[in-house]
């Protein structure tokens, strides 16, 4: 009699009424694979997303890193490093107007606008796919533990921003971000060669509401009422994907990712905990160049 493959990978999917109650939930559905990996780690990096630092819908909730928070605290995590690198002003600006400073009178927490870090140079594409350099966080390339925590979006160039990009596009220096977009094909092969580098090590999607539309500042709020984590950051992506009526297969870079088994991205592999993807799906609307976005493909072949 043979028997089911065990999955490679977990990711907890919770839906409920309450964005706090939904990534608490979803984390402690993981806890085991998570207090391992986390364990004695000494730089422990939260990666909101601040696209926008003005515009809520496009932005990781407070709330959401509050329960990052006091889950990983209650792991033993005692100082917490909050860093983003926003494109449209300074950390300091989105900080103050989401609410995150006021994190400081309950946790130790050192905030850090990257766009102001050291850095290391790293190559990428171009739009010939040749080298381009840009810089990277320092920060983020030496911490020893790093949390994506960004909601779904759907996006401009490479269809979704989920935890994957979050980590990387934010974790490049100030005027690096436009200059990673060379075109559909160079950005997905070059958020690719990043994830490398700068993986998440435990993804935290809050999609409490996600954007449809015209991502990833400009689109519509969609109730989504979810929260999914994992430690395996394509995992929770792929899933991500799935609920939000995409496939990977579709997204160029976690395309690249699954083929390299740069994490887990196949359906198969993986053991969804918590609330069915069924029962948590709403498909998004995409962003109007969306069929222009699927050209990512190098000669029909990737």
């Known amino acids: 009699m043979s028997q089911t493959p065990k999955a490679a990978a977990r990711v907890a999917l919770k839906k409920g009424e309450s964005r706090y109650n939904n990534v608490t939930a979803s984390l402690n559905l993981i806890k085991k694979d998570v207090v391992n990996r986390v364990k004695n780690k000494r730089k422990v990096l939260i990666k909101p997303n601040m696209v926008s630092t003005r515009v809520q819908l496009a932005a990781t909730h407070v709330d959401a890193i509050r329960a990052t928070l006091d889950f990983l605290s209650e792991l033993g995590v005692k100082k917490f490093l909050v860093g983003e690198g926003p494109a449209d002003a300074t950390a300091v600006d989105g900080f103050k107007n989401f609410g995150y400073l006021s994190l400081k009178n309950q946790y130790d927490i050192e905030f850090l606008d990257l766009n102001e870090d050291e850095y290391v140079e790293v190559n990428v594409f171009d739009r010939n796919l040749e080298p381009l350099t840009l ?159 699927l050209m990512w493909k190098i000669n029909d072949c990737a």
């Not at 921003?161 to 220096?173: A, D, E, F, H």
């Not at 994830?195 to 500042?217: C, Q, R, T, Y």
């Open 135 to 293: 810089k990277i966080s320092k920060t983020a390339v030496e911490s020893d533990f790093r949390v994506s925590l960004t909601p779904p979006k759907t996006h401009d160039t490479v269809i979704a921003t989920l935890s994957l990009k979050n980590m990387v596009m934010g974790s490049l220096i100030d005027h690096d971000k436009s200059r990673m977009h060379q075109g559909y094909q160079a950005i997905n092969l070059s958020l690719f060669k990043l994830a490398k580098l700068v993986p998440p090590h435990l993804s935290v999607i809050d999609g409490f509401f996600g954007m449809e539309g015209n991502g990833p500042v400009d689109g519509e709020p969609v109730i989504l009422g979810v929260a999914i984590s994992s430690t395996d950051f394509l995992a929770a992506d792929t899933i991500a994907a799935e609920v939000m009526g995409f496939k990977i297969s579709q997204i160029g870079y976690l395309n690249y990712c699954n083929q390299a088994k740069v994490g887990i991205g196949n359906i198969s592999e993986i053991q969804v905990v918590g609330d069915s993807i069924e029962r948590c799906k709403k498909r998004f609307k995409p962003h109007s160049t969306f069929e222009q976005q």
